[in-house]
């Protein structure tokens, strides 16, 4: 018989109405009666509420580190993290990305940490990114203008079918979206730190697959670039000034995985110049907006798409990924290692 266990919710920082939201109605939905489930009050003390607490589920993973979240934040996440040591079975993270995360903190109190991992979002993100291609590529805001104006007939598009579509990272997002890009006639290329299988090359019709090291012959010869990573020490502006340079000047940059990738200076210069075609942004220099000059004039550009951080902010998201802490939940229950651990 699985055993009954006891949760607590965090809801995330940067939502409204305490996370009942329906990231938190799914994830209780998820999880129904076959727990207890309560929700942290951020204004009582922390260690009560943690007494008996079996499993942590903590919505964004924004609750422990000092850069990107705030001192009040990160406070409350190590009283948790200090709180929780030696007692939480589970920490955990509703969510794909954990850079905004102190996982060593948390691996020092012996806490396990799993997370929702792309799988979960890609159908999400690969929708985002097809939009942005579709919008600049049929010049959105430009065709929007004209016909306030009344102007019929006008811009001229470019169609998708030929198009040499790049995508960094072939993951599970690159690849959702290689099958929405193929269903369009465009010819795909893909570069993956790993090996790219002989299926996976026959699936999508990939013209070409290399490794990192080949990432600047990919981007000199792409229509559109897509990037689809987490952000490291390796990846942390992967699109600087250099390799701007190497775009064509009509082609589009596609980022909806994380904001850091990309040299956000070098890329404005690169737009208000007109040294490439356009941009399809859904993350920013930090990954969030609090702290971001959203109002800056590359905004404005005609050939600019931007969206608040929203690529996997959908109703198939939030449900799959409340189906996968809920089944992570019940494994712990029935005495099973979780699926999808960070910490090891």
């Not at 209780?28 to 942290?40: M, P, Q, S, V």
């Not at 990573?229 to 909806?256: F, G, P, W, Y």
Request: proline share 4%.
């Amino acid at each position: 018989m699985t055993k009954r266990l006891k949760l607590l919710y965090i809801p995330h920082p940067y939502l409204t109405n305490e996370g009942f939201t329906p990231w938190g109605q799914d994830i209780f939905k998820a999880i129904g009666n076959r727990h207890e489930i309560r929700t942290l009050d951020k204004k009582s003390p922390v260690k009560p509420q943690l007494d008996g607490i079996d499993v942590v589920v903590d919505l964004g993973g924004e609750a422990g580190s000092r850069e990107g979240v705030s001192e009040e934040r990160y406070q409350l996440a190590t009283q948790l993290a200090d709180a929780s040591a030696g007692k939480i079975r589970l920490w955990q993270i509703v969510g794909t990305g954990f850079e905004h995360f102190d996982l060593d903190h948390w691996k020092s109190k012996g806490i396990p940490v799993s997370n929702t991992p792309g799988q979960f979002s890609a159908v999400s993100l690969a929708e985002c990114a097809m939009m942005f291609i579709l919008m600049l590529t049929r010049k959105f805001f430009v065709a929007s203008g004209n016909f306030k104006k009344g102007l019929v007939g006008e811009p001229l598009g470019t169609e998708l079918s030929g198009l040499k579509l790049g995508i960094v990272g072939l993951g599970a997002s690159g690849k959702e979206l290689a099958q929405r890009a193929l269903a369009f006639g465009m010819c795909i290329s893909a570069i993956d730190i790993r090996h790219v299988s002989p299926e996976e090359i026959e699936q999508f019709q990939l013209e070409f697959v290399g490794k990192p090291e080949d990432l600047d012959q990919m981007i000199s010869q792409s229509d559109v670039l897509s990037l689809h990573l987490h952000v490291n020490q390796e990846t942390r502006h992967l699109i600087d000034s250099r390799r701007l340079s190497l775009m064509k000047s009509t082609a589009l940059l596609i980022n909806i995985a994380r904001g850091d990738l990309v040299d956000e200076t070098a890329l404005t210069q690169a737009l208000l110049e007109g040294q490439i075609g356009g941009a399809g942004l859904d993350v920013f220099s930090g990954d969030g907006l609090q702290n971001h000059d959203w109002k800056a004039p590359v905004y404005d550009l005609p050939n600019v798409v931007t969206t608040p951080h929203i690529s996997g902010v959908t109703d198939g998201t939030s449900r799959k990924r409340a189906h996968a802490v809920s089944e992570n939940v019940n494994r712990i229950a029935n005495g099973l290692p979780p699926l999808y651990r960070i910490d090891g």
